[in-house]
């Protein structure tokens, strides 16, 4: 059986999806916080399951029979090591051949803002001695898509990542590689480095939202402080406004510019594009 948790979100789902293309419902376990919101898969079969990470109790029954578990990292941003630790514990406990995670790119250096829960919960799973393939994704070209949204309405997209690259790719890709880890061979003990084919720079960003578009879009860099005070004028909470400035100084930086095809090879064709993803979510 292979366990998927948090299926009710929008990489959980997409990994569920691929899944169902690749083995039967009857093997596939949707872990979730509400099973009311995977009634969907329960109606094609999947089995769904309760599994909380504030609640090592529905973790223990969630994970029965499991062979291997997709461990999705959860969204609540600072309470996220100890829930992890729940899950890896819950895993071990199963006896799983092997479980993945969905890490950040080059946890173990990057200075981004998100990379310490993920290096400690990269540690953990390595401590718990479990069979484990780290899955370090890059950023999704859907972070972009409110970014564009908001640039073809102003006609201005700000920032502070000069001209660094971002190597993204869509969501589906990185549920591709989750999928093809959990339902393959060889991926013992792994740790891949997924990102996008291609980088763009926030200057192509804005010339690809004028593209999909066919509304003109510029990109503004500002210095990092005069983003935040833009950032906050825009009415963008204080916590956030400390997340982007970062996520932007780590991208001018470099860190999230790798291009090394790992995640191409994994699944097997080229990444999405980002003009595909933008001109999906807002072309005309
Ligand atoms: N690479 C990137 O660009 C990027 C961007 C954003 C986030 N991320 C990371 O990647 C993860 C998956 O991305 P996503 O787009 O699928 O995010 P998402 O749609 O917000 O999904 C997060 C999932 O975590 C589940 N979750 C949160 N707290 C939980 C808990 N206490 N117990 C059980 N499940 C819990 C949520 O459950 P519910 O369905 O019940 O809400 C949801 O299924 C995120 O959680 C975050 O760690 C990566």
Redo the contacts with the bound molecule.
């Keep these: 059986m292979i366990v998927v948790?948090?299926?009710?979100?929008?990489?959980?789902?997409?990994v569920v999806e691929d899944l169902l293309t690749r083995v039967p419902a009857g093997q596939i376990v949707a872990?979730?916080?509400?099973p009311e919101?995977a009634s969907d898969l329960a109606e094609r079969g999947v089995k769904v399951r309760e599994?909380?990470?504030?609640?090592p109790q529905t973790l223990t029954s969630a994970f029965e029979g499991a062979e291997k578990v997709l461990l999705?990292?959860?969204?609540?941003?600072g309470?996220?090591v100890p829930?992890h630790q729940a899950v890896i514990d819950a895993a071990r406990q199963a006896g799983v051949s092997l479980l993945a995670y969905?890490s950040?790119l080059h946890a173990d250096t990057s200075t981004l803002p998100?990379a310490p829960e993920h290096r400690a919960t990269e540690e953990a799973i390595k401590a718990s001695g479990l069979t484990y393939s780290l899955l370090r994704?890059?950023?999704?070209n859907?972070?972009y898509i409110p970014t564009a949204q908001q640039g073809a309405a102003a006609g201005t997209i700000i920032g502070s990542a000069r001209d660094g690259r971002i190597a993204?790719a869509s969501?589906a890709d990185?549920a591709a590689a989750a999928a093809v880890v959990l339902t393959g061979d060889g991926h013992a003990d792994t740790v891949y480095e997924l990102s996008g084919d291609t980088a763009f720079t926030m200057a192509d960003l804005a010339a690809d939202t004028a593209a999909v578009t066919g509304v003109p879009v510029v990109y503004q860099d500002l210095p990092a402080d005069a983003h935040a005070k833009a950032l906050t004028e825009a009415g963008v909470p204080e916590e956030f406004v400390q997340m982007l400035v970062a996520i932007d100084a780590g991208t001018a930086d470099g860190q999230l510019a790798d291009t090394t095809g790992e995640l191409s090879r994994l699944i097997g064709r080229p990444t999405t594009p980002l003009r595909a993803t933008l001109a999906a979510a807002l072309g005309n």
Excluded: F
């Design positions: 948790t948090g299926a009710t979100g929008q990489l959980g789902r997409l872990a979730v916080r509400t919101k599994a909380d990470y504030d609640r999705i990292s959860g969204s609540e941003v309470r996220r829930q969905t950040v998100v994704n890059g950023w999704y859907e972070n993204a969501r990185y």
